[in-house]
């Protein structure tokens, strides 16, 4: 199934993602037709329309999105995350009136950070509160929303009732304003906005839940899911960097012989084969952890957004140095990874927050490491 949707997908995107770098838009048509084909959240049980795949399957399937389109993959993972958290913390009803939606061509973004609350999202002075009439009243700013400039749905998390929750806000509902982030430098057609939520008024059954939760629960419900796509992703980055980098280096001479074959080339080869390997075995086993409800699956796709992302940096960088000024141009696939693999360091998780979440795991594992050979 995994493989039918990313040749779906390879047929509809072709050699039309350089000119979506450039002019930093998608096709909102193709947008609403992968999110109905079940591509864009394809975890989604078949129950609710969705393709029903594991993490296994959906995580080679985002890194086929990602090796051809960082911002494709990017709104990839903004509906995914939105239906996780659907999933995890809805109603029954919820999840069969939200996620059907979400199969059905409409698409999400998901709204965590704010202008004072990044990595620290403790901080969120957003709130929901009980409106009366049967609705809630959302208030608060968020930015760096992906998919925010395409979405139908928002995802909105904030304070409610003493705890946390996220709502579920229609993006032409009055008071919500979209403001799009001019010109950014990573997945630039990935539709980065801002959003203002001005005394938003939604029925109160589209509160995940209706109740308040602790944080740490509402955040990791999507945050794990955005960590698995994102690392998936990195996987894609790599081995669009890998191919191009083999095929140029292996078609072009310089001194007599290929490129390939001079030995300080053939280092940097060897260094971005062995980090889209490390990456990949690391989403593998986060992705096994997933499927197989470990208890620290959380910490395995920190853990797989660490290594993918910071193996995506250097291998897009070694990939800029072996093409040279054949990657110079705006919208080649290796400029692209060069800019997209550096904001996979810092979202979902900036690469400093996820050392320090898996050194907090490793000191609470003190005890277990410290009795190893």
Excluded at 118 to 132: N, Q
Excluded at 163 to 176: R, S
Excluded at 293 to 313: I, L
Aim: some cysteine.
């Amino acid at each position: 199934m995994s493989d039918d949707l990313a040749g779906l997908v390879a047929d509809r995107v072709g050699d039309r993602a350089a000119g979506w770098d450039v002019a930093g838009e998608l096709p909102r048509d193709l947008l609403a037709e992968l999110g109905a084909l079940g591509v864009l959240c394809a975890q989604v049980g078949v129950e609710h329309g969705g393709a029903g795949l594991d993490s296994r399957a959906n995580g080679e399937l985002t890194a086929a999105v990602g090796e051809l389109c960082g911002s494709l993959r990017s709104v990839m993972t903004s509906q995914g995350m939105a239906a996780w958290a659907i999933r995890r913390l809805g109603t029954a009803g919820q999840r069969d009136h939200f996620l059907r939606r979400l199969t059905s061509g409409e698409l999400a973004a998901v709204g965590f950070s704010e202008p004072g609350a990044g990595s620290d999202l403790a901080a969120m002075a957003t709130t929901i509160t009980d409106g009366g009439s049967g609705d809630v009243v959302v208030r608060g700013r968020k930015v760096w929303v992906t998919a925010a400039h395409y979405a139908d749905l928002l995802l909105v998390f904030g304070g409610y009732r003493g705890g946390a929750t996220a709502v579920v806000v229609p993006a032409d509902t009055p008071g919500v304003r979209v403001e799009r982030v001019p010109h950014p430098s990573g997945c630039r057609a990935a539709g980065h906005a801002g959003l203002v939520l001005d005394h938003v008024r939604v029925p109160a059954d589209h509160v995940l839940g209706g109740v308040g939760l602790p944080l740490p629960l509402v955040v990791t419900a999507a945050l794990t899911y955005g960590r698995m796509s994102v690392a998936w992703g990195c996987v894609g980055i790599l081995r669009a960097c890998l191919a191009a980098a083999v095929e140029h280096t292996g078609g072009r001479e310089q001194f007599g012989i290929p490129l390939a074959g001079h030995q300080l080339v053939g280092r940097l080869l060897a260094e971005l084969y062995v980090g889209e390997q490390i990456a990949t075995r690391a989403c593998e086993h986060a992705s096994a952890s997933w499927d197989g409800g470990a208890p620290e699956v959380a910490t395995d796709a920190v853990q797989a957004k660490y290594v993918a992302s910071r193996a995506a940096a250097a291998g897009a960088s070694h990939a800029v140095q072996l093409l040279a000024s054949a990657a110079a141009c705006d919208g080649h696939v290796v400029a692209r990874a060069y800019r997209d693999a550096k904001l996979m360091e810092i979202i979902e998780g900036t690469t400093e927050i996820c050392q320090l979440l898996l050194a907090e795991h490793v000191r609470g594992r003190a005890g277990t490491v410290r009795g190893r050979p």
